[in-house]
């Protein structure tokens, strides 16, 4: 596919002005995807400004940590200017409630019941055949950066991202690896990045006793580099680096997951540091303080290039908040449960877009969508189209033009296929189901009980009836979840 826009996987594309590429590549990529006439028609619109799309990807956020979505403590006042400039969600769903299948679905647009990656060791791979929205992306000529966590194949791996799209990807292969804001190094293109001044420094898994680390190690006289720290920095460097092309810019974060860490010397640890509350909740609070500020300096970044009007941003979550909070964040507010479970709580995620000119500023959709949606959504902003998948592109109620398709229903699985028993989930309309292994179905009306509370199956058995056909057609058998060797005494590479 790549080969027919001469395209090498890996490669560095050349500078060009934004004309000259969609002139390029305007007969190829048509051709390359068969597109109907709705997406000519886009192409032609745009033939002289293809969009750059920059997806932020928060891990572990839930969706009352955003102060649209009702947070009280926590001010976010960045990621809020996205969503007023913007179209917020009210419907919207992660691929599953945990990190890695929840990434696998994002990518390919196939969910749980079709994605490759479908359990959460950290170092499944997806496979060489597997292909991606970004390299359906770089097909159109875009220019693909990632910086963060893939958690889709570890170094040394079919499923490493510069085999799937990625000119470059920076930050961690294995998502254990991503546990952690202090390791000895990150990786760029599967060749190791040392981070001066973490060498040798393990922290333990609790939290020091004063709530933060202090910045310089007093055994070396170094600093310490907190990896987010670093990897934004490679993230606004990319954007700057590709101002005169269209990009795609990958931004999976790993804000506010993994080992609640941070430094002493940080503002967002500032805000928080004396509040009357468990270490853990400070850290978290600060983490999300800080993922805000990030959030903020991409925008201003755009502001400074002037690539607002050309650039669509979109922000989520991979999944559910990873603990409740209940009394001090209230991270999953009224929702059921948490990540991990297939409740609401678990699935149910932030997702916001703001493209100025296109996007309506302030707008608000009830919209059902979920991560399988997301790479249909961004080929049509593309120009172009995605077949074959289990998503539906949302760009026409983004765009507010176009007839927007819905889905019979939404999926889910739990990351325990490969053991013989999973959970699954459907959003049928109204309804949503939920069933564990050896369990009767359970039945909810969202409309009337968003928070899960009543179980209603044997009232409707209509119903129970028509998911559990639903849950029958969505799942396939999931490829070998194999994890991949690794060294002695190391949970990644």
Not at 469 to 485: F, I, K, N, S, Y
Request: glycine share 10%; charged share 25%.
């Amino acid at each position: 596919m790549l080969r027919l826009l001469g395209v090498a996987q890996g490669s560095r594309p050349l500078r060009v002005c934004r004309g000259t590429w969609r002139r390029a590549v305007l007969l190829a990529g048509a051709v390359l995807v068969g597109l109907g006439p709705t997406a000519q028609a886009a192409l032609g619109d745009a033939a002289e400004s293809p969009p750059n799309i920059i997806f932020i990807l928060a891990d572990d956020l839930g969706r009352a940590d955003l102060g649209v979505y009702g947070q009280k403590v926590v001010p976010t006042p960045n990621i809020d200017r996205l969503a007023a400039q913007g179209m917020r969600f009210t419907n919207a769903y992660s691929g599953c409630s945990v990190c890695a299948p929840s990434r696998s679905v994002l990518m390919t647009g196939l969910h749980m019941g079709h994605t490759p990656v479908r359990t959460n060791p950290g170092g499944v791979s997806i496979r060489a055949e597997d292909v991606t929205v970004v390299q359906r992306l770089k097909a159109l000529g875009y220019a693909a950066g990632g910086f963060g966590k893939w958690g889709l194949g570890d170094v040394g791996t079919p499923g490493v991202p510069e085999k799937h799209g990625f000119d470059v990807f920076f930050g961690y292969y294995h998502q254990v690896h991503a546990h952690y804001y202090f390791p000895d190094y990150l990786y760029r293109n599967s060749q190791r990045v040392p981070l001066e001044g973490n060498a040798g420094f393990a922290p333990d898994l609790k939290h020091p006793p004063d709530g933060a680390y202090r910045p310089v190690d007093p055994s070396t006289g170094k600093r310490r580099q907190f990896t987010h720290d670093v990897i934004l920095r490679e993230t606004l460097q990319f954007i700057r680096d590709h101002q005169d092309r269209p990009f795609f810019c990958y931004a999976p974060w790993t804000l506010p997951h993994g080992r609640w860490h941070i430094l002493a010397d940080d503002p967002a640890w500032e805000l928080f540091k004396d509040k009357p509350w468990k270490e853990d909740e400070k850290v978290v609070a600060a983490m999300n303080a800080m993922l805000d500020r990030s959030v903020g300096q991409v925008l201003a970044l755009l502001k400074e290039l002037g690539l607002e009007e050309n650039t669509i941003v979109m922000f989520a979550s991979d999944n559910g908040a990873g603990r409740r909070l209940d009394g001090v964040l209230d991270s999953v507010g009224r929702l059921r449960s948490q990540k991990g479970t297939l409740y609401e709580g678990g699935l149910r995620v932030p997702l916001l877009a703001r493209w100025p000119g296109h996007v309506k500023a302030s707008a608000v959709s009830d919209l059902p969508v979920y991560f399988a949606d997301v790479a249909p959504t961004l080929m049509d902003l593309a120009g172009s189209s995605l077949e074959r998948v289990d998503g539906l592109s949302f760009a026409p109620t983004l765009l507010g033009r176009g007839e927007q398709k819905k889905h019979e229903c939404l999926y889910w699985e739990s990351a325990h296929g490969n053991k013989g028993q999973f959970s699954q989930a459907v959003r049928w309309g109204k309804w949503k189901a939920v069933r564990q292994p050896k369990r009767p179905l359970e039945l909810y009306d969202l409309n009337k009980d968003e928070a899960e509370t009543t179980e209603v199956a044997a009232e409707h058995p209509e119903v129970v009836r028509r998911i559990e056909g639903l849950m029958r057609q969505a799942h396939t058998p999931p490829p070998a979840q194999v994890e991949p060797d690794k060294p002695a005494g190391q949970r990644w590479r």
